[in-house]
């Protein structure tokens, strides 16, 4: 019978010991989830492989806002990856675009190598949701040597996505593992598994927590109302949630 996974964005070491402690099969982790995610720390990969015993995908990305890179910031990539395939992790995720929109065939298929020779695993993220054409674009991850693709359809939530991720499932989800991510939660996510039939799932899981000083003489604010004075991280409640929704009727599905 195939396994359905559950992978939860983590932005810190607090993060991924609630998301293991809720039952995610894999964590990927990340520094400042609220911009997309960015590269974590050292210090961050350290500790979560040290504290927890679930898969971790490391995100590699330099800078927030799109996906084409100038030299000074893909070798700022490449030396992050270099020092981060050092530790006990299962593999990174990244993505580069051109200008036009395409596939960074050169970038990426470096990034790839690496990860490759480490034996890790090479994730290309939601840069893919900036492509044209997902198709050849899928097509070029593949011949590639990617393993896994993030996405959410090509839009801004999944479930809005989610008649281009059946057809991506259908047409390549024999050569290329399709991870569905982007606004998935307990209440949706039945939805996504039986329109599409993808087996792995990324969420955020997202809560707040009120930190006094964010906004004093000066703001340090990025929450929208109420949560202004606040930052994000992981909710137990959620994750266990989004685990069991996502668990508790396999065995139906696939009769």
Known sequence: MMKRIVEICCGSLEDAVIAQRAGADRIELNNAVFLGGLTPSLGT????????????????????GGFCYN???????LSDIESILNYDIE???FGCLDEKMDIDKCKNKK????????????IFHRAFDCVKDPYSSMEQLIDLGVDRVLTSGLKEKAVDGADLLAKLQSKYGDKIQI????????????????????????????????DPTTIS???????AH??????????YKKAVEFVSALKGNIEDLYK
Do not use: F
């Open 71 to 77: 030299d000074y910031e893909y070798d700022t990539m």
């Open 179 to 210: 991870l569905a991510g982007s606004g998935i939660n307990a209440t949706n996510c039945s939805y996504l598994v039986n329109k599409t039939g993808i087996l792995q799932y990324h969420s955020s899981c997202r809560a707040w927590r009120k």
């Open 226 to 235: 109420p949560y202004e004075g606040d930052y994000d991280l992981v909710s």
């Open 45 to 64: 990969i350290k500790l979560v492989t040290e504290n927890v015993n679930i898969p971790v995908v490391v995100m590699i990305r330099p800078r927030a």
């Open 91 to 93: 593999g990174i995720a």
């Open 217 to 223: 003489n000066v703001s340090y604010s990025y929450g």
């Open 111 to 122: 990034i790839i190598d690496m990860a490759h020779k480490h034996k890790k695993d090479a």
